[in-house]
């Protein structure tokens, strides 16, 4: 009887540490949606909501990290034995030591230190959260953030329209500040029009957004079947959205990134040795491609003629070759201009958006030189973190980009063949090409997108195969 009653206590023991280790496991998803909220509605918050508190709100996201991470220490759930991330954090403490003496041979005003600050937040602070992701969102967690991300698809679609077919200074556009320095200057697009942001502030956070609702609705009716993401009538709200959406954009890096997670899903398919499910795969994303080439220049003509317009205008003046396709590769090269930059760097966070906003920053003297096809490295890929971070820490981030996309491609390919599920790739090409050729350290939007969907893509490669001998789809779990 005395064994019996050690293995009972054990027995209760493990089940009371089971039931604390998922109560909070479901409490960090609950904090990571609020992230992932936050990072669409922000822009909002910013725009109409609270103007006057605008600069504040570009820090929302920072305290519920940091009780994310808590609670993950606490409970002693923090990722561990990832090289990827030990050398993030070498890099992050070596960044931290960089710092003060960029301050002192820079001769910077103490305040630039919010800059720095602002900066090492961009560069490190969200890593962890990636595999936080990865750790404890289960296969339902994948699941309804692609459900949540159709729902605010078709909630954006009439907002996305009436950018478009609203002036720059309208209250829809600017937002709602008093003061005129508070308020928002979309991008223009072509005729007079200009390239809409939906809930966000700028027009690349929809760019973000069009991608991941277009995997969202892909995955969706390839397993429609299932219902496995939403039912169909929910499915065929969110695709005329998108759709709508994409007219409406006049933005030719959204088309790229949307016919990328087009290209991959037809990949996925070939790659999972499944023929329905390539077949899927394969038709979906052309019936979708079909649609839009119809009806876009009958439904919306205006939207079409600016778009064209501005693809037309865009490619005169264009100094690559190749155009828009050249434009895109530039990320990957554009460090070969800036290899003259001092050894150690100007400043930390110098080359974010953010910095170009404060009028009291003044950058150097090299911000405003032509440097290759640009000015200076905010939109140059790779080269920014020569810019920030010197020649050596630099390349020691350049390296660990590289290094993420090609380990986190192997994983997700592997996990294709293995699971029969084209998600992960899917997921992939929209994480992966952020993560190696985004802007990740310079838009804060931009930032957000890329670790939290790195982390969803680790999260979806761990799908298991489907039960009852069906394998070209996931299991679906009980919620």
């Known amino acids: 009887m005395a064994v019996l009653s050690q293995q009972m206590i054990r027995e209760i023991d493990a089940r009371r540490m089971a039931r604390s280790r998922e109560a909070a496991r479901v409490w960090m998803v609950r904090i990571i ?249 394969g038709v979906w994303p052309m019936l979708t491609v079909l649609v839009l080439v119809i009806f876009w220049p009958v439904v919306f003509p205006e939207a079409y003629d600016t778009f064209i317009t501005r693809w037309n205008e865009a490619a005169a003046v264009s100094p690559f070759v190749g155009g828009i396709f050249g434009r895109a590769l530039y990320p990957l090269y554009a460090w070969v201009y800036y290899l003259h930059t001092p050894f150690i760097g100007y400043l930390l966070g110098l080359g974010t958006n953010a910095a170009a906003r404060l009028h009291w920053v003044h950058e150097p003297a090299a911000a405003y030189a032509w440097t290759g096809y640009g000015i200076w490295g905010r939109e140059s890929g790779f080269a920014v973190h020569l810019v920030e971070l010197g020649l050596v820490l630099g390349a020691g981030y350049i390296f660990f980009r590289i290094w993420f996309t090609l380990w986190l491609l192997i994983k997700v390919w592997k996990s294709t063949v293995r699971n029969h599920n084209p998600l992960a790739l899917m997921l992939f090409s929209f994480a992966g090409e952020l993560v190696l050729m985004g802007q990740i350290t310079v838009q804060g939007t931009v930032n957000g997108y890329t670790w939290i969907f790195l982390g969803v893509t680790l999260a979806a490669a761990k799908f298991s195969p489907v039960k009852n001998g069906d394998t070209s789809s996931p299991v679906r779990l009980e919620r």
């Open 33 to 281: 949606f609020v992230l992932y909220w936050l990072l669409i509605f922000t822009g909002a918050l910013r725009k109409w909501g609270f103007p006057q508190l605008q600069k504040p709100l570009f820090f929302i996201a920072v305290p519920f990290t940091v009780w994310l991470y808590g609670i993950s220490l606490m409970k002693n759930r923090w990722p561990r034995g990832f090289a990827l991330l030990n050398f993030a954090y070498l890099l992050a403490g070596a960044a931290v030591l960089l710092i003060p003496v960029q301050m002192i041979i820079g001769h910077y005003a103490l305040r630039y230190g919010i800059i720095a600050g602002y900066g090492w937040l961009n560069y490190f602070f969200y890593i962890p959260l990636t595999f936080i992701i990865a750790k404890e969102f289960k296969q339902d967690d994948v699941l309804r953030l692609l459900r949540h991300t159709l729902w605010i698809g078709i909630a954006s679609a009439p907002l996305v329209a009436l950018q478009f077919m609203l002036p720059p200074g309208s209250v829809i556009n600017a937002g709602n500040a008093a003061n005129t320095a508070d308020q928002f200057n979309d991008l223009g697009s072509a005729l007079g029009h200009i390239r809409p942001g939906g809930f966000f502030s700028s027009s690349i956070g929809l760019q973000m957004f069009l991608a991941t609702l277009a995997i969202a609705i892909l995955y969706g009716w390839i397993e429609s079947s299932q219902n496995i993401v939403a039912r169909k009538p929910i499915l065929a709200f969110a695709t005329m959205a998108l759709l709508s959406m994409l007219a409406f954009s006049g933005s030719r890096g959204a088309m790229l990134q949307v016919a990328l997670v087009f290209a991959a899903t037809s990949v996925a398919g070939i790659i999972s040795h499944r023929r329905k499910l390539a077949i899927r795969t």
